[in-house]
């Protein structure tokens, strides 16, 4: 999971909490730094960086969204990786303005997608739902279904039993 300076923490940190809780192996790599800060100033320390990390040995790479997601952009090893990912049919999972990326770097053609209301996500087709599932792309609008978002992914990697059950654990 990749984390940029400026993430909207529940967009992050919920999901590193449901993902671990179903005992997924979840890497948290910093775009730049191992120490990232988030929107609302919480500092939380990554396991690598985008440079040092080797993105292709992943099953999947999310990205959380928040004020900060445009420093995505300008990382071309995240780029590259990504549009490996989705040409491989590997897990790509994007939430908030995060989608807006993927659809500025052209890996979105033919994909359905949905993301934060108000951001325009090019090159994609748009359908406002809170989750959007296309193939092995999963994305999401917002803070509000960020924790849909995580149970989403466990649903799709372990299956809806261990999803219903984190639900039932949560008190969801």
Do not use: H
Request: net charge negative; aromatic share 6%.
């Amino acid at each position: 999971m990749v984390f940029e300076n400026d993430f909207e923490e529940i967009e992050g940190l919920a999901v590193v909490d449901i993902l671990r809780r179903a005992k997924l192996n979840l890497t948290m790599i910093g775009l730049t730094d191992k120490t990232v800060e988030s929107a609302q100033k919480v500092k939380v320390g990554m396991d690598t960086t985008v440079d040092e990390a080797d993105l292709d040995k992943f099953d999947m790479l999310i990205m959380p969204g928040g004020a900060g997601t445009e420093n995505y952009f300008k990382v071309e090893k995240l780029k590259k990786a990504i549009a490996s990912f989705i040409e491989e049919e590997k897990w790509v999972c994007a939430i908030c303005a995060a989608p807006s990326i993927l659809g500025r770097w052209g890996v979105l053609k033919g994909k359905t997608v949905t993301g934060y209301p108000t951001i325009d996500i090019p090159n994609a087709n748009i359908k406002r739902e809170r989750i959007v599932i296309d193939g092995k792309l999963i994305t999401s609008m917002g803070p509000g279904t960020a924790t849909e978002f995580a149970l989403e992914i466990v649903a799709q990697i372990c299956g809806k039993e261990t999803a219903d059950s984190l639900k039932k654990q949560m008190l969801l």
